[in-house]
Every structure is written in structure tokens, then in C-alpha cells.
């Protein structure tokens, strides 16, 4: 039987992501997606249109560093070097490399943003606080900007059937409450430094808004 999802296995993800002079390892940046996926799928059918997309963005990856040109992709940052070096990123419009590692990653690393905000609503929330509000605000301050009316409609459906905050505590399978936002406190920090190395790493090389 697979193991349960627990807060602390992600921590560990990210943490291993991180190398000594701050590059980020794609196997433990999946790793920690593949984490939050079973998370997701722990709440129910309604997620799951969500974790679909991550798992075939996950797959995406895999499929990169399993390949013979698997050594471009060990970091985010030696992908986008190969890449770019080797024109294998679609820059203003799909074309001929419609699933780049660039662009695949790009999607996830939005959705990290969207993780980030959320984590720290729900650490410094109160016993009353409603989880799909915090949801669905951490979402429209991030990932609704890259997302079409349907699916921004879609997903705010799915917010309505998410559990209350209790319920997400216990999930998370990290000890009493009182650890539990202990524990956000100590992933969070992490969680920013990983979405903030890519997202200069992306800035830098003009990668933000990759179709
Ligand atoms: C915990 C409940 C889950 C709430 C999830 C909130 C985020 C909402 C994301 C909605 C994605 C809708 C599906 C469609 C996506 C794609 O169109 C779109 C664009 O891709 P394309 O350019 O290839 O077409 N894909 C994306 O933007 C990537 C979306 C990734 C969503 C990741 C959601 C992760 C949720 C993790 C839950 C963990 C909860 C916290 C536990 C400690």
C-alpha cells in the first residue's frame, strides 16, 4: 500500500531540491508535486480534473530525464540552458516544441505561487477560517491570471467541495494543529526560496509567459 501523504514528506521533497549553490534538482521538484497529487486525490473526485494535469506535467518531466538527454535536465537551471541553447522552446506562439521541459515546468512553477499563498493563509488562519475562501483568493491573486474564463469558472466550483479546515489539518497527517502551523512555518520559507530562484532563473531569461 502506498504510504500516507504527510506535510513533512513535502518539506523533505523541497528541501532535496535545493542544491548547495542553490540549483534546483527537477527529480525532487516532481517528486514534491507527485506528493501534493496524492494529497489531492485524498479529498476526492472533484480534484481530480486538477491532478490529471499535474500528473501528465509530471509525466512531461519524467519523460525528460529518462531520456538519453536526461543530464540537461537534472537542474531547472541546466534544462533552460539546453533548451534555449538548442532552440527547443516555443518562445511566442506553440509551434514545433508545444511541451518543452521550459514550458511544462512553467505551469507547475505558477502553481507553486498558488501553493505559497495558500499555505500562509491557512498557518495564520483562525479556527473559523473557511478554506475554500482561502483557496480561492490565494488563486485569484496567482494562477487565474494565466487561466481561461472556463477553467477559472471550473475551478471555482471545485473550491466550493473542499473540506473545512480541520478536516485539511488532519489530512496533512503532521501531528495537533498547533504542529501542524508549525510545521507550515518551517515549509514555507523553503516553498518561497524554490519559487523564487525559478522565477528569476525565468525573468532572466525572458521565459515568463511561454505559451
Ligand atoms: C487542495 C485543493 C486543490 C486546489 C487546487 C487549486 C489550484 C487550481 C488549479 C486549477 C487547474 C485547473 C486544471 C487545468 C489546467 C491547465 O489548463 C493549466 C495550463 O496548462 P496548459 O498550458 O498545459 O494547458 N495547468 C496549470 O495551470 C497547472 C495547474 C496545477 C494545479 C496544481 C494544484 C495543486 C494542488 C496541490 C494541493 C495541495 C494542498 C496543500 C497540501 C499541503
Not at 9 to 27: G, P, Q, W
Not at 134 to 156: F, Q
Request: aromatic share 10%; hydrophobic share 40%.
Amino acid at each position: 500500500m502506498a504510504e500516507a501523504f504527510s506535510l513533512q514528506k513535502v518539506l523533505e521533497t523541497f528541501r532535496s531540491s535545493l542544491s548547495e549553490n542553490k540549483e534546483v534538482y527537477i527529480k525532487y521538484y516532481i517528486a514534491g508535486w507527485q506528493e501534493l497529487v496524492s494529497f489531492m486525490n485524498s479529498l476526492g473526485s472533484v480534484f481530480s480534473f486538477i491532478s490529471k494535469d499535474v500528473v501528465s506535467k509530471i509525466q512531461i518531466m519524467e519523460n525528460f530525464l529518462s531520456a538519453e538527454t536526461g543530464s540537461h535536465y537534472i537542474t531547472i537551471q541546466s534544462m533552460v540552458n539546453y533548451e534555449l541553447e538548442n532552440e527547443l522552446v516555443d518562445l511566442t506562439k506553440r509551434g514545433s516544441h508545444p511541451e518543452s521541459g521550459c514550458r511544462t515546468l512553467l505551469r507547475l512553477h505558477r502553481a507553486l505561487h498558488w501553493l505559497e499563498l495558500f499555505l500562509e493563509r491557512l498557518r495564520t488562519s483562525t479556527e473559523d477560517g473557511k478554506t475554500s475562501i482561502m483557496c480561492s483568493d490565494a488563486y485569484n491573486e496567482s494562477l487565474a491570471h494565466h487561466h481561461p474564463w472556463l477553467i477559472r469558472k471550473t475551478v471555482g466550483v471545485a473550491f466550493c467541495a473542499l473540506p473545512g479546515r480541520d478536516t485539511f489539518f488532519d489530512v496533512m497527517n503532521a501531528g495537533d494543529h498547533m504542529q501542524v502551523v508549525a510545521l507550515l512555518g518551517e515549509s514555507l520559507p523553503l516553498i518561497a526560496e524554490v519559487y523564487q530562484i525559478t522565477e528569476d532563473l525565468y525573468a532572466k531569461n525572458g521565459l515568463l509567459d511561454l505559451p
